[in-house]
Every structure is written in C-alpha cells, then in structure tokens.
C-alpha cells in the first residue's frame, strides 16, 4: 500500500466512526494496522473537499466491486458441513481450503521483535526456521539479529534449504505457541521457505557477509543462489528509468540524501538523470552539504528505500532482479 494509499485508508477510518472502523481493522495485517493507525495520528485540519474526494473514490473502487467470491471459503466450509456433516467434511475441507489453524503464529506477527526472539531463542533451529517464514522479511530479519552469531547462522542455512512443512508438524508447533502464546489472533496463510525466501530476510539484515560465509562453508552453490536472489541498494543501477522515476515519487528528499551518501557515483547520476534539470541541482547542493553520516543510519535509510522498492516490483510496477555480485551496502 502506497503512502498516498495509507492516507486515504486513515482518512475514511477517522470518518467511520471507532466501532465502525474497528471492524475493519480486524481484517487488516499487523504492518498495514501499524501504517494506518500512524497516518491517523498525524491528520490535521483536513478540508472538507479532502474528505469528500477520498470518498468519492471508495465509492467509485467499491461500485466496481462484487460479492462473487467474497468470504468464499466460510461459504464453502458452511456448505459442506451442511451437506456432509462435520466429520466427513472436516478432511475435505483442509485439503480444499488449505487454510488450518495458524492463530499461534499469527500472534508472533503483532509482537515486538525482542519479544519474538525471546520466545524462540531456546528452541531447535528448525522450529526457529519454521516460524521465521512465517513471518514478514523485515520482522524475521530483526528477531534473527537478535539471536547468538551461532544459532542465526545455522537457521538461515535451515531457512534456505527448508522445502515444506508437514501440516501436523506445523499445527503440533502452533498448538504449542497458543499455549505460550494464549493468543486469539485469527489467520489464514501458508508458509514458505526456500532460497527466496532467505534471500528477501537477509536483504533486512545487517552485516550480511558473516552470514552467507556461514552458508559458504555448509553449501557453496547454496550460498551464491542466494546472493543470486538478493537485491541490494547498489542494484537500482540495473533497475529502468522510468522504474526509477516511481520510486522517487515515493522517497523522501531527506531519506534520498542520506542514502546516497553511501552510493557509488555511478547510481547518483542514474537518481540525477531521472529528475528534473532544478530537482537534481537541488539534490547535488543538499549532498554536497549534508555532513558526515553514520554508516548506521546510511543503510537504515537504504533499507527502507528498498521496501519500497520491493512493494512496487510485488505491484508489478517495477521489475528488480539481484545479479549475484557480493556488493553490499
């Protein structure tokens, strides 16, 4: 969801009315929950003309909608239960729907990182691999720097070379969360592990090169299929133009400088060419003046320049590709 997206979203909220939105929100993710709710602390003195034209937008996106294929799978378990009875739909329905109960780690998703890391750090590496894919890139790579250098390297291995998850295996360790846990947070989804998704959580961590030489040392090709994957700040070399041009539609001038900061010549001038002649003068002045930057806070701005990026190749509006070069930022 855009900024531009979150905004309009924390507007209609506010206009809802607390019950109303409420509900709503129940159907959100933890992140989306967290960006909205930020949005809605922050609008002041909206006009009138503002609120009328977010509205009139959610009426003209909602009038485009049907309610063919809307809450689907309770109709379907509803449906089959009815016709079959519980017992006999029972199985049928999981192999349809693929949705068991996942509450437990679903829970893991609204805790803070150090509360995670806490929770899972005397567990064997493998159940760490199988929550740790369950979890978004961003949140898994933060609990996984908060593991011991040891244990974070031997379950980024697991997490590469993890293919499945048994659904008994992953309802036993769900089971046990709720329990730890007592959560009541309700959610569908499938889990993966995998190449990729090893890749998409190291692209949020820090000091990246211990890790894959950890990976290195088990499993060669393994280590370079997942530099393969990866995509880093130095990458947007490689990305179009006019897939530049979204990008810095959506980044902050301040968070642009600071992250160039750390950026080779070379893709200073891809940023420049794809601004306007006084927008890039502006730029070039700004940096020029910008003061000393802790390597810190360069790649924590590059890192969130890189969210960015990966929510619009997701939307298909922009395409990224990692070239398998150990550059990292």
Request: hydrophobic share 45%; no cysteine.
């Given at each position: ?112 990182p150090a509360s995670v890391a806490d929770l899972i750090a005397n567990e064997h590496p493998q159940i760490i691999a199988t929550i740790m894919v369950h979890l978004e890139p961003d949140q898994a790579a ?188």
């Amino acid at each position: 969801m855009s900024d531009a997206g979150i905004n309009k979203s924390a507007i209609l909220l506010m206009t809802l009315g607390a019950n109303e939105a409420a509900e709503v929100m129940k159907y959100l993710e933890p992140k989306e929950v967290q960006k909205i709710s930020s949005a809605m602390v922050a609008l002041k003195n909206l006009s009138r003309e503002e609120i009328t034209n977010v509205f009139d937008e959610f009426h003209q996106v909602a009038a485009e909608k049907t309610t063919i294929g809307m809450d689907s799978g309770e109709y379907i378990r509803d449906m089959l239960t009815k016709a079959l009875g519980d017992d006999k739909a029972s199985g049928l329905i999981d192999r349809i729907l693929h949705n068991s109960d996942t509450s437990g780690l679903e829970s893991l998703k609204w805790m803070d990182p150090a509360s995670v890391a806490d929770l899972i750090a005397n567990e064997h590496p493998q159940i760490i691999a199988t929550i740790m894919v369950h979890l978004e890139p961003d949140q898994a790579a933060t609990v996984m720097a908060l593991l011991p250098e040891r244990l974070r390297n031997d379950v980024m291995l697991r997490i590469a070379t993890l293919d499945s998850v048994q659904p008994t295996a992953l309802q036993e360790l769900n089971d046990v969360l709720v329990k730890l846990l007592a959560g009541n947070a309700v959610g569908k989804k499938s889990i993966r592990g995998g190449i990729k998704t090893a890749a998409e959580i190291l692209n949020y961590m820090g000091n990246q090169e211990a890790v894959l030489e950890s990976v290195r040392g088990h499993d060669a090709e393994l280590a370079q299929k997942m530099m393969d994957e990866m995509f880093v700040f130095e990458d947007l070399l490689e990305v179009e133009d006019r897939g530049i041009q979204l990008i810095l539609r959506e980044v902050q001038s301040e968070s642009l400088i600071v992250a160039l900061k750390g950026a080779s010549e070379e893709l200073r001038e891809k940023i420049f060419k794809n601004m306007s002649q006084r927008a890039a003068e502006m730029l070039r002045e700004d940096l020029e003046a910008k003061g000393p930057v802790k390597l810190s806070e360069v790649e924590s701005e590059q890192k969130e320049i890189l969210k960015i990026v990966r929510r619009l190749a997701d939307e298909g509006q922009v395409v990224i590709g990692g070239k398998g070069e150990e550059a990292y930022v």
